[in-house]
């Protein structure tokens, strides 16, 4: 079956930490791959997106990687502070006109 | 801008009564969507529509009916509330459908809603 795993397990680093995130997918073959951060009580919000021909991809502290090999990302957290403690969940398109979700990965950051 | 504007955020229902979640959103978007969120499982599409007047089944649309008639809004209808339609429901939007190009989604606070 198609299926999207996110570490339902939440992480739990020390301010300043590097913090990684990893999204395996089983049975797809996305065209693209969306990093979103959600707040408790409030909607997810767009961070980064990585296409399949992409291997890397920055922002600010934000980086993302994307193996299609391994059907993986890791989705990484540099210099990590308090204020990035949420639940980030990754998404994929794999075609048509729906984007499919994985369940998100509670990080605490720990002052 | 606004973004996208759920209301209400929070509702309680008795079984068997129906009632419509709202969702405006004030960009522009021809996309909008609804999710529904429950815990450990990702976020699952209901219904979507690429435009106004176009709708089309999600994942998990029974029980849900949805209509188009402006590009700015896109309620949610629960013909005969369930206890397992007890949820959050997120509604979405992005200025075009999801396609093989670059397209985030922008989604509201979400309406939390109890069935009894």
């Known amino acids: 079956s198609q299926k999207i795993e996110q570490n339902s397990e939440a992480l739990n680093i020390q301010e300043g930490k590097t913090a990684t995130l990893t999204c395996n997918y089983t049975n797809y073959s996305p065209a693209y791959l969306q990093w979103y951060r959600q707040d408790p009580g409030r909607g997810p919000v767009f961070l980064l997106l990585?296409?399949?021909?992409?291997k890397e991809k920055r922002k600010e502290r934000l980086k993302v990687t994307f193996d299609t090999t391994l059907k993986q990302s890791l989705f990484h957290i540099t210099a990590s502070q308090p204020a990035d403690s949420a639940t980030y969940l990754c998404a994929l398109y794999t075609g048509g006109f729906k984007t499919i979700f994985g369940a998100g990965t509670r990080l605490f950051v720990k002052a | 801008n606004a973004g996208v504007t759920q209301t209400p955020k929070f509702q309680v229902l008795k079984t068997g009564q129906s009632m419509t979640l709202q969702c405006a959103q004030d960009m522009n978007h021809e996309y909008m969507s609804w999710y529904r969120q429950d815990p450990g499982m990702g976020l699952r599409l209901i219904h979507y529509?690429?435009?106004?007047?176009?709708?089309d089944q999600g994942e998990v649309p029974n029980g849900y009916n949805v209509s188009r008639s402006t590009t700015e809004d896109f309620p949610l209808r629960l013909l005969s509330a369930a206890p397992s339609q007890t949820s959050v429901y997120f509604c979405?939007?992005?200025?075009?459908?999801?396609?093989?190009?670059?397209?985030?989604?922008?989604f509201g606070d979400g309406t939390r809603l109890s069935i009894l």
């Open positions: 979405a939007s992005s200025y075009s459908q999801p396609s093989y190009s670059n397209q985030p989604q922008h």
């Open positions: 990585i296409r399949e021909n992409e």
């Open positions: 529509s690429v435009g106004a007047g176009i709708t």
